[in-house]
């Protein structure tokens, strides 16, 4: 199977769907001339054109609610943000707007809409963008988000969320661009709410999702040259979340350690302890940890991010505590 990043996985997807359906099209800051600020959608414009691939002023407020009123008329937007830190200025239109209204129209409108770019830290780009939001959306009825770890995933859960009827929010990461995976050239669709088991493991289940799932995979390795075999779950997406999965996980483990970049307060390793220790709880042979980000906005000086963020040391230890409970 052929190698290919995790940019050109995702710009397959938007492709295969642009050609499959023509009322799909991506709108977003230098999508088009520039060829994307991450060449995610490099030459899409030359195939498609001005029409299909459309550049939009700095104005995220306001493409976001022409992207909705698309899609209210039988479009199928793909919204792209530079990064997400810069969706709140149009969380109005996402929330307010695109989230409710199948529900406020009585079901008359549907609002097909992919709203995608980058979440998280990136390095040293300052408090401002380098924020993660996937449980602040997760928060609201009415739409998915979706976090894929790798190439692979990349592609088939950004083609099912294309056709999706519903608006979906599209998680990638500037640090994941590059990345390399195997990825197929036939089609696939991977639905959305199906986590996936990237390692198995009999001792600890190590859930996590998005870019820091190559610290949880990364720290699996770790445990396993000290004899501990853990089981390492994806989610995936964050909403839906396929709780039967992890529940099966820990039933066979008993133990678990979530690690997500997100802050801890209303963190998604908030709501999966709870819904853990709710349908699991006879299984577990000792309390949840989980691994976050520290509750401040990420500092500018490297040391410092390094200090703050999930890591494979701050894992290893919580699966050792959990394990032997220290």
Not at 119 to 147: D, I, M, R
Not at 207 to 225: D, N, R, T
Request: charged letters at 20%.
């Amino acid at each position: 199977m052929r190698q290919i990043q995790f940019r050109e996985a995702l710009r397959e997807a938007m492709t295969e769907e642009m050609r499959r359906d023509p009322s799909v099209f991506l709108m977003g800051e230098e999508v088009a001339e520039y060829n994307g600020a991450y060449k995610v959608s490099q030459g899409m414009l030359d195939e498609f054109g001005p029409n299909r691939v459309l550049d939009t002023p700095i104005a995220e407020l306001g493409f976001a609610g022409v992207g909705v009123g698309a899609a209210m008329n039988g479009l199928r937007p793909i919204i792209e943000f530079m990064t997400f830190n810069f969706s709140l200025v149009a969380i109005d239109q996402i929330i307010n707007s695109a989230a409710k209204m199948l529900s406020m129209s009585g079901g008359q409108y549907n609002v097909p809409i992919v709203f995608r770019g980058p979440t998280g830290n990136a390095g040293q780009l300052g408090a401002q963008h380098s924020q993660n939001f996937e449980n602040w959306y997760a928060n609201c009825p009415g739409l998915k988000v979706v976090v894929p770890s790798n190439p692979y995933d990349a592609k088939g859960l950004l083609k099912t969320s294309i056709r999706d009827n519903d608006p979906v929010i599209f998680m990638e990461s500037e640090l994941m661009y590059g990345d390399k995976g195997e990825v197929p050239e036939e089609e696939y669709l991977i639905p959305i709410g199906q986590a996936d088991v990237k390692r198995t493991g009999t001792d600890v289940t190590i859930v996590s999702f998005g870019k820091i799932m190559k610290v949880a995979l990364a720290a699996a390795q770790e445990l396993e040259k000290e004899g501990i075999s853990a089981e390492v779950v994806d989610l995936r997406s964050v909403r839906p979340i396929d709780y039967a999965t992890v529940v099966e996980s820990v039933k066979k483990t008993n133990r678990m350690v979530i690690v997500e970049e997100a802050w801890p307060l209303a963190s998604i390793s908030s709501e999966i302890t709870y819904h853990i220790q709710k349908h699991a709880f006879d299984y577990l042979d000792a309390p949840i940890h989980r691994i976050t980000s520290s509750d401040a906005p990420l500092p500018y000086a490297p040391t410092l991010i390094q200090a703050i963020l999930p890591n494979v040391e701050r894992t290893v230890k919580a699966v050792k505590a959990v394990l032997y409970r220290d």
